[in-house]
């Protein structure tokens, strides 16, 4: 009698399978998905952040009709809300123009599932999703909240969402992660986000589901001829806290501007990858990540910029800066450019420190307590980051967060 030994690879995929039947591109992502090994630091994409903890637990799928409490960022906006990973009904009205339906199955995908673990994984096994459409010419005066709470522990939570900005129009949406309390969920959540000509497109990413629980949270974006693209991601709480954002810019004149801000502290891991491909010419894009890392946190910043051959007159800037809290603390932190244009003006730095002995000394000697004095200082590094936020309600809600929240 022979006894088959699973890897864990293969373990880990036995809780990931459902009852119902494969469709569209599923059928594909769970093929690659047995090609595809489980992603460890070996892997350039992964070298800093370690994934065992997420292959060695077990999670479960649980539909639950739990009322939560979901904090409303932008009171005047739409809210939907999904729990352990499943989309409820929309909250609140939405202009003419907006059509929401569920997604059946994986058609036409912008994210490379075939080489990428995770996004296989969710086109794979997702547990729900959302396609939102936004008709030609409208315009969103307020948000679209998403929220993504869980209502238990040890749950897998893979929601799919589609958003597709049409011609000339115009839209906002919060992405609000949440935490209840609850420990050991894995999220694992793909966006597919299209802007189409002389649209604009502003994405407020909110991540505090806390810091017993992980997500891995993937982006893609396309944008075509005229449009304008941004997002703003805040990281507060996290065991193991993933960023993948990879934006195809198509078309020319077109805006992209990236923007984050995450605070760790204790022992969280955040990891902020980003790739923007320029792959037509006359566009602008601009990236700015700054962090602050006390205690035993670890951050990661890995951002390139591509332009393609065909990709002359791009404009692109990118920044990580970063404040290191303790001596324990870690960042590391890797911009790149790879460029295949000769009439770029193109421009990439990192720096890390520490904060300001002088001002801080200075703002102790006009009276200002050592934990004031240094709330002020990062408020004052991570500024000008905020203020690119044109969403009131979003920026308001972030600074006080800022302010009360991040213990120094």
């Avoid at 009904?89 to 929401?100: N, T």
């Avoid at 920026?395 to 006080?400: I, L």
Wanted: net charge negative; with cysteine; hydrophobic share 40%.
């Amino acid at each position: 009698m022979s006894v088959v030994v699973k890897d864990k690879k293969e373990l880990f995929l036995e809780q990931f399978r459902v009852s119902e039947g494969l469709s569209g591109e599923s059928i594909a992502a769970q093929i690659a998905l047995q090609n595809l090994a489980f992603p460890s630091t070996r892997d350039e994409y992964w070298k800093y952040t370690r994934l065992t903890k997420i292959q060695n637990s077990s999670f479960s799928i649980e539909e639950s009709n739990d009322d939560v409490k979901v904090l409303s960022i932008d009171e005047k906006g739409a809210h939907i809300n999904c729990v352990n990973g499943f989309f409820g009904d929309l909250i609140g009205k939405l202009p003419e123009g907006i059509e929401i339906s569920p997604i059946e199955e994986v058609r036409n995908s912008l994210v490379e599932y075939q080489h990428e673990f995770f996004a296989a994984l969710n086109t794979a096994y997702f547990t729900s999703g959302i396609r939102i459409k936004v008709a030609e010419g409208v315009v969103m005066d307020n948000s679209i909240q998403l929220n993504f709470v869980n209502a238990s522990s040890g749950i897998q939570a893979q929601p799919r969402i589609k958003i597709e900005v049409a011609k000339s129009a115009s839209a906002q949406f919060i992405f609000n992660f949440q935490n209840e309390g609850n420990e050991n969920n894995f999220w694992n959540v793909v966006s597919e986000m299209k802007v189409a000509k002389n649209a604009e497109l502003n994405v407020h990413q909110l991540q505090q589901g806390g810091d017993e629980n992980y997500l891995i949270n993937t982006i893609a974006v396309q944008q075509k001829r005229d449009s304008r693209f941004a997002i703003h991601t805040i990281c507060l709480e996290g065991k193991i806290l993933r960023n993948n954002l990879n934006i195809a810019v198509e078309g020319q004149n077109c805006e992209t501007k990236l923007n984050g801000v995450y605070l760790a502290s204790g022992k969280q891991h955040f990891d902020n990858h980003t790739y923007v491909d320029h792959i037509a010419p006359n566009c602008n894009s601009s990236e700015n990540y700054k962090g602050i890392i006390d205690d035993k946190a670890t951050a990661v910043f890995n951002g390139k910029v591509m332009v393609q051959p065909d990709a002359q007159k791009i404009n692109a800037f990118q920044s990580n800066q970063n404040i290191l809290l303790s001596d324990d603390a870690t960042i590391n932190s890797k911009p790149e450019l790879e460029i295949y244009a000769d009439d770029v003006l193109c421009s990439h730095g990192s720096t890390t420190g520490q904060l300001d002995e002088e001002a801080l000394f200075y703002l102790k000697t006009r009276g200002v307590s050592e934990i004031s004095a240094k709330k002020m200082l990062i408020r004052a590094f991570v500024f000008d980051v905020l203020d690119e936020i044109k969403l009131d309600s979003f920026r308001t809600h972030v600074e006080e967060l800022v302010d009360e929240n991040f213990k120094v």
